[in-house]
């Protein structure tokens, strides 16, 4: 008898454990599973986004000296900004590793650029190397999505001798071409630039 009931006790022990680890497992179940926080498109420290001012102000520094149409100052002012893009601190910049990789290219690409426009001699081909370093900066302004300040793409009709187009960057809309300096032909002066587009992102946080 007292068998018995030691194994109905034995059998009650073991139902009773039974239930607590299936009704813990359930309960662990129906749990609604933590997700991480949705990671922005792209995260850009303040230290990434000083980097990138300074290109920008170098930049600006050096569309400014084409109007004087002094190599020396446009030989000094597009040393300083290579070696401002140079430092983009792209440690600091945190997104997907094809963004970044694009980005490293662009500005790799423009640090290209600006050695070719250091090589030219002519005040032409420095124009025209000009326009493509503004054309991969403006690139690169998409690509890693600044949003430090407002940023104007600019656009000159007239801005080369055959009367092709260029363009150029601006923190303002404000025409200040640098394509047409002291010694341009009174009638290629009129219509001497546009606002063709204007860059200001927000960092978007992906679904």
Known sequence: MKKAFLLIGVLALALGITYLVL???????????????????????????????GVLDHY??????????????????????????DSI??????????????????????????TGMIGEKTMEQK??????????????????RYDGAVIYHMRCTTAFSDSSEAYWLSASPQIVNPYQGKNIPADRL??????????????????
């Open 23 to 53: 009704h813990k497992s359930s309960s662990v179940d129906s749990k609604p599973q933590e997700r991480d926080a949705p990671l922005a498109v792209s995260s850009k420290t303040t230290a990434f986004n000083r980097s990138f001012a």
């Open 127 to 144: 124009k025209r190397e000009f326009n493509l370093i503004t054309e991969d900066l403006y690139s690169l302004i998409r690509v890693v």
């Open 60 to 85: 600006y520094q050096l569309s400014g000296t084409f109007a004087d149409a002094d190599t020396t100052k446009i030989s000094t002012a597009a040393h300083h900004l290579r070696e401002a893009v």
């Open 89 to 114: 601190r792209f440690d600091q910049f945190k997104a997907d590793s094809s963004v970044m990789l694009t980005a490293v290219s662009v500005a790799q690409s423009i640090q290209g650029e600006i």
């Open 190 to 207: 009129p219509g001497n630039g546009e606002v063709s587009d204007s860059l200001h992102f927000s960092v978007p946080v992906s679904e």
